[in-house]
């Protein structure tokens, strides 16, 4: 990865637990869902909250993830869901107007650079790419471990993004109008494909 930016590697493993993405879209994700164009790719969707909330208010999107238990959890809350990564195929590859990083998802793959750089590929030319990044910090590589009701799902790579290293990390993977964004004490990246 080559941002210009300091990259900490270590061998720690954070644990995410699905039970912590089962609660609906709050009030402050509502307004920022609202401020994104159609279609709308949700990557690493999780048990599918923010997949319906746009579904529900007859949003184009999709979701993708890994996880079968997620996507089963996914489909049964409405909406359209793959199982699948986003370095796989995916439809509409070059015409998706917004691509969603959320709860760290920037952390996929454990290569930020190389994700933004897949993410790109799949947005349209002035297409968005948003992601919640930490509020201090700069990258830091590490590894993921998915829990689904106390029980090991999967494990991946996975990575956290600071506030600070957005823009160049956004820049060298070639966005544009690039900002960053606090929302109810939450840090988001916007960036736009050139
Ligand atoms: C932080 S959780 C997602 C929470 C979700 N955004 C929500 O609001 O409920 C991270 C998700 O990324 C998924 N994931 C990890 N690697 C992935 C990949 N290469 N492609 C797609 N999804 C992936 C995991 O299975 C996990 O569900």
Redesign the pocket.
């Known amino acids: 990865m080559s941002a210009g930016q300091a990259v900490v590697a270590d061998e720690a493993v954070v644990e995410?637990h699905?039970e912590?993405?089962?609660a609906d879209?709050d009030v402050h994700e509502l307004r920022l869902l609202a401020s994104l164009r159609e279609p709308v790719l949700?990557?690493?969707?999780?048990?599918?909250?923010?997949?319906a909330a746009l579904h529900h208010r007859g949003r184009a999107s999709l979701g993708?993830?890994?996880?079968p238990s997620?996507v089963r959890e996914?489909a049964a809350r409405g909406g359209a869901v793959l199982c699948?990564?986003?370095?796989?195929p995916l439809p509409r590859e070059g015409h998706w107007a917004t691509a969603?990083l959320?709860?760290?998802?920037i952390?996929?793959?454990g290569d930020p650079a190389g994700l933004l750089d897949r993410v790109r590929s799949l947005l349209r030319p002035g297409g968005e790419v948003v992601a919640e990044l930490e509020p201090a910090g700069g990258t830091r590589l590490l590894h993921?471990r998915?829990v689904v009701d106390g029980n090991d799902?999967?494990r991946?790579?996975?990575a956290t993004v600071g506030v600070g290293a957005w823009e160049p990390l956004a820049a060298a993977a070639g966005y544009t109008r690039i900002r960053t964004e606090r929302v109810a004490g939450r840090r988001f990246g916007r960036a736009v494909r050139a």
Do not use: K
């Not at 699948?84 to 796989?88: G, Y």
């Not at 959320?102 to 998802?105: E, V, Y």
């Open positions: 995410l699905l912590r993405w089962r879209a949700d990557v690493g969707c999780g048990p599918g909250r923010i997949l993708i993830d890994l996880a997620a996914a699948r990564s986003v370095f796989d969603l959320l709860d760290g998802n952390g996929i793959g993921a998915l799902e999967h991946f790579p996975w």
